[in-house]
């Protein structure tokens, strides 16, 4: 039996009031194929809550699926940059030995 481990990276931060928590797992030395991302809070006007799970693939640059409930595109653009950072942060841990 073979046993696989992965590393688990977290974060979040806040764009526009939504919480937004990101993950990915991946083996050493190998970047995640996907990142996860849940945005929930109230948009601006406080009345509609937001919830979005997202499912990005860093090599295609682009969602493998977006779903939930009042889901604001322009939020989401304004999760990306947080994404590539995500992404950058974790492939620089095992480029840097």
Known sequence: MEINYFISAKATATVQNINVSLSAEYQK??????ISVV???YLDDGK??????????PK???FN???GSNVDLGIIQEIVPLITEFY????E???NY
Do not use: C, H, W
Not at 29 to 34: F, G, K
Not at 88 to 91: E, H, L, P, Q, S
């Open 29 to 34: 030395e190998q970047a995640p194929e996907v």
């Open 39 to 41: 945005a929930n809070g």
């Open 48 to 57: 509609k809550f937001m919830n979005a799970t997202l499912k990005y693939n």
């Open 60 to 62: 295609s640059e682009d």
């Open 65 to 67: 699926s977006i779903n």
């Open 88 to 91: 950058r942060k974790i492939t």
């Open 93 to 95: 841990t095992f480029t």
